[in-house]
């Protein structure tokens, strides 16, 4: 079954994506050059706006002191307030106070517990049948970076993504066009759902062994890096699929993400080289994706880049982790499929008077206004010796060839708080191979099992403050920033290994600017 989780089009768009799935290769293909030549330049700059920004997100070649402006990450919508477990929990500066309630109203619908039906809560209930979380402030604590269950069974920041291999000429189509971005698996769905409401059983548990490696760096250090292997347990409805794979996923930090999406489409498409053009062993690749309206967009949110818009993840995240319908994603089981007869004959959480899904689009707008405007946090000590340092090395081992360091963003972004900001993301929003060492075998979209998207670093230097760990990369296994970059393969081998090179001192550096984030 096509689950609203894990299709790129829900059941309200169904004629739509029956049309598309006429399309041959060679007409998305003309789409594709279609899409290209009309993001060809920024359309929203003069030709004196267009040289200022050239000028300002040029890399640095100075590593004397701070360039202007880099202690606002995001934009003048910083947040300077003083660095607390709140830090990734304010709202963008730029903000009108109109915008301020619209925010606060979104917090409290973020933060929401979410109940089974029926319910007296008439607008709180639809909770699953099947769910990871009650609210989004389950995964996203404190809106910080989720976390593998470390010495408990506490799993809510982190789930298994569940994709089999296309297995029809059909279903390799609907790929290739960009109509479904995996096949999830036909009894599971698109992920494995460790909770149910009462009188339904969930659908299994993760299982998560390490193996430790012992890596040894060129001063000599030994460093254990733990190589995680996953399994299911307590399966309810039967064996997964024999080609359904299983990826690992922990619940990302929300800062920045409106600013994300401002970034102008011409400035990601000028950035990628999915053939390695420059001979630079960068290859990155744009994730084209379709809107709700079937037509071409650019993938910029999730692990692999699957979705083009806040809106559009918000409404996925209700779907699948909580299993809340809205009027992006309307399957009011959420994950349920076709084998899991008794999830359908659960009651939903339809309230008549307010709307046709459990979370009408007053709900899912406010969710999604939240969500594009959490303020990213000021820097802290860029100017302290050891971060320039760590800054220079960062640039000179090739860092910064995938993690861009800057963008401005778009004069004609959606919100005024967004537009024509110069922003440091350090993220290209692009999808790369990164190893056999990260794979998980899994194509979602455009990417494959080897490629992921660029992570963007802002923020992360506040991991532990926020979140209270320090655990990194798409599955947590990272115990610290030093481990995170030691898992880097395949474009990034080179930084890899020109960062185990280092002398202790340097390495130490580098950690240092990443801590400055």
Known sequence: MMTAAAALFTASHAALAAGLS??????????????????????????????????????????????????????????????????????NQNLTFEEEEQF???????????????????????????????????????????????????????????????????????????????HPDPTYGGQLQDLAVPGLKAEGHMRISYEEQEIQLGDGTVVQLRKPSYSVSDLAYGPLHPDTTLSPRIAPPMIGMGLIEAIHPSDLLATADSEDGDGDGISGEISLVRDL????????????????????????????????????????????????????DMPDGVEATL??????????????????????????????????????????????????????????????????????????????????????????????????RTAPLWGIGLTETVSGHTFFLHDGRARNLTEAVLWHGGEAQAARDGFAALEATERQALISFLESL
């Open 293 to 344: 309206d079937g037509n071409l967009s650019i993938g910029r949110f999730g692990w692999k880049a699957q979705n083009p818009t806040v809106r559009k993840q918000s409404a996925g995240a209700f779907a699948g982790d909580i299993g809340i319908s809205t009027p992006d994603a309307p399957d009011h089981f959420g994950d349920c499929t076709q084998a899991q007869a008794d999830c359908l």
């Open 104 to 182: 606060k109203l979104g917090n409290a619908l973020f933060r929401k517990l979410w109940v089974s039906s029926p319910a007296s809560t008439k607008a709180s209930d639809g909770l699953g049948p099947l769910f990871n979380a009650r609210a989004c402030q389950s995964c996203h604590l404190k809106d910080g970076r989720g976390h593998p269950p470390e010495g408990d069974d506490d799993a809510t920041s982190m789930f298994l993504r569940l994709s089999r291999t296309a297995s029809s000429d059909q279903e390799r189509a609907d790929l290739e066009n960009f109509l479904l971005s995996n």
């Open 22 to 91: 006429d399309r041959t290769s060679s007409d998305t293909a003309q789409e594709i050059e279609v899409f290209s030549a009309r993001w060809a330049s920024r359309d929203d700059l003069s030709g004196k706006d267009r040289k200022r920004v050239e000028a300002v997100t040029q890399p640095t070649r100075d590593f004397s002191g701070p360039e202007n402006f880099e202690i606002m990450q995001g934009g003048a919508g910083t947040s300077t307030k003083i660095v607390s477990r709140d830090a990734f929990s304010h709202f």
């Open 355 to 452: 709307g046709d899904t459990e979370a009408p689009d007053p709900v899912l707008d406010l969710v999604t206004f939240y969500s594009e405007n959490l303020a990213v946090p000021a820097r802290r000590d860029v100017g302290a010796p050891a971060v320039l340092a760590g800054k220079k090395i960062f640039h000179d081992l090739g860092c910064a060839s995938c993690h861009r360091p800057k963008f401005v963003t778009s004069r004609n972004a959606e919100n005024s708080a967004q537009r024509f900001q110069l922003i440091w993301p350090y993220s290209d929003f692009l999808l790369h191979d990164m190893g056999e060492g990260l794979a998980d075998g899994q194509r979602v979209g455009v990417a494959d099992g080897r490629e992921w």
